[in-house]
């Protein structure tokens, strides 16, 4: 039975296969049909100036956000902000519900125009994700842990850093990757302020009517998006160490 | 099963007479590009034929290629179109001509298109290259010959441009030709069209693209760069409407041409100035023009 089952499985994997196979196909044949190669060939010097822009602004902009957001998570997740910890998380949730485009034109009116206000907005909207992980990555620390680092003497410093955050590193990586990931598939908004990035040729194609222009922003953007993911989780593999991370 | 696809058939039925009721009612769709003086001239025109007892739908905020492609497929009626735009973006014309004959030939071009080109007014909304003025006079730049002088003596002059003007035939790529340069890519600036006008007044930029008519040019003591080359078109701001649009509508014409006739460089100024400067709102501008000139 189990066979039978497992054998239909297989079948089902190798139609779903080979159903892959010719869309790939179908739609490498529709890409050149297009033209889009010739496009592409025709953009790579803006796509590979923006595209380093472009990961130069989710660089800043998302690393500021994880050292500010590590750090805020765990301050929130102490005993003594207990009572306040889900008030000041409604603030960061405040960040969150503005549009990413009106939390742009507001930094635009604090900060002026080109790349500074648009790594602020970015770094604004990136953070609630790293913030809320972290904090409930380390409240999720089973208190059986907790109490035996206690009964062996740690102090609350030698507990977070020996005992609480290795065991919520996995969660808190899983805030980073999402907030990173939404961090790249924002940043083309940031061209509307001079902030520049892979948006310009998005924008550009859009006012133009030029699909492959369009596209030769939207497809690197999208790749960009799965390589900052790759990566992370990459990182998040090798750096948790092997008693505490569930993939090893 | 059945009652599903008598559903569905009842839903397509209400919906074709839909269309079709639409299509019989005098629904005259606006556009509009994504600038102040686009938003104005969109606004305007809706309030001006709601006063004459039409239904507006008014479509601004668009890019000039898609707005263009959407009267050619009939999804725009009436927008206000600039002559030089056409002649070189639309009708890939390389010829110069003078203003007059620009307007005749886009008229001329663009009827096989369906499209009418009613009366122009005398307001000329070409590009310029402005810099503030302090900058411009300490540095000695006063034509666009200058400026390629000095940024091909090696000098970093940052260019704040909207997302078109670098790929448009009838902006930085035929400039660079006809001046015979190149514009490094870094200095390259790309923003929201109004944006360009900040940048500059805060020194964000060196050199910022702007539109002749736009108030802010002297209210932020811009100067602009001579085109010594006589490289810009005309662009006489005209009223453009589909054929068949006008063809039901034939009294269109004459309410069009009349605002069209109250439009000068000086009043576009001012008009985009308020709007701009005074951060007036648009159907406030709009609506206090038409019935200071009579025409609501």
Redesign the interface.
């Known amino acids: 039975m189990a066979a039978a089952a497992s054998a239909r499985e297989s079948v089902g994997n190798r139609v779903l296969g080979w159903i892959g196979l010719l869309a790939a196909f179908g739609f490498g044949i529709l890409v050149s049909a297009t033209g889009l190669i010739d496009e592409f060939v025709y953009y790579w010097?803006?796509i590979e100036?923006l595209a380093v822009q472009h990961m130069r602004l989710v660089a800043i902009s998302g690393g500021l956000a994880i050292v500010a957001g590590i750090a805020i998570g765990i301050w929130l997740s102490r005993p003594s902000m207990a009572r306040f910890a889900e008030t000041v998380m409604q603030v960061f949730n405040i960040g969150t519900t503005i549009p990413t485009l009106a939390i742009l034109a507001l930094s635009m009116s604090l900060l002026?125009?080109?790349a500074v206000p648009a790594i602020f907005g970015l770094f604004i909207a990136s953070l609630l994700p790293i913030v809320r992980n972290t904090y409930a990555g380390l409240k999720a620390v089973p208190a059986h842990m907790k109490e035996a680092a206690n009964g062996m003497g740690m102090s609350p410093r030698t507990m977070l850093l020996r005992v609480e955050l290795p065991n919520a590193l996995y969660v808190i990586f899983a805030g980073i990757r999402t907030a990173l990931t939404i961090n790249v598939g924002t940043v083309p908004l940031a061209?509307?302020?001079?902030g520049?990035g892979l948006g310009?040729l998005i924008?550009?194609g859009?006012?133009?009517?030029?699909f492959g222009?369009m596209l030769a922003g939207a497809v690197p953007t999208a790749a960009l998006a799965i390589a900052t993911d790759f990566a992370i989780a990459q990182i998040q593999y090798w750096a948790i160490p092997r008693g505490v991370n569930p993939q090893r | 099963m059945f009652k599903s696809i008598a559903r569905t058939v009842t839903l397509v039925a209400a919906l074709a007479l839909g269309t079709a009721t639409a299509a019989t009612a005098e629904t005259i769709t606006v556009g509009g590009k994504n600038f102040t003086e686009q938003l104005l001239l969109a606004e305007m025109t809706e309030q001006l034929l709601a006063a004459k007892g039409y239904d507006v739908d008014k479509r601004d905020g668009l890019g000039s290629t898609v707005l263009r492609q959407a009267q050619e497929n009939g999804q725009v009626d009436v927008y206000w179109e600039y002559t030089g735009t056409s002649l070189v973006v639309y009708n890939k014309v390389k010829e110069r001509l003078s203003p007059e004959e620009t307007y005749e030939k886009v008229k001329e071009l663009d009827a096989e298109k369906g499209l009418v080109w009613l009366n122009p007014s005398k307001a000329n909304n070409t590009y310029a290259l402005a810099m503030n003025r302090s900058e411009a006079e300490e540095k000695g730049i006063a034509s666009i010959s200058d400026l390629k002088a000095k940024l091909e003596a090696g000098e970093e002059l940052s260019f704040a441009v909207n997302a078109e003007f670098p790929h448009r035939e009838d902006g930085l790529r035929g400039l660079q030709k006809t001046y015979d340069f190149r514009y490094p890519r870094s200095l390259l600036k790309a923003m929201e069209s109004g944006l360009t006008y900040q940048a500059l007044k805060e020194n964000q930029v060196d050199v910022g693209l702007v539109f002749a008519t736009d108030g802010r040019i002297a209210a932020f003591d811009f100067v602009t760069l001579e085109d010594d080359r006589g490289f810009f078109p005309a662009y006489a701001i005209t009223p453009v409407i589909r054929k068949e649009t006008l063809d039901a509508n034939p009294e269109l014409a004459e309410v069009l041409n009349g605002l069209s006739a109250k439009l000068d460089d000086d009043t576009m100024r001012k008009l985009n100035a308020s709007v701009d400067v005074d951060k007036k709102t648009i159907e406030e501008v709009a609506g206090n023009f038409l019935s200071e000139q009579g025409l609501i």
């Open positions: 010097p803006d100036y002026g125009i080109g061209f509307l302020i001079g520049g310009e924008f550009t859009i006012a133009l009517n030029e222009m």
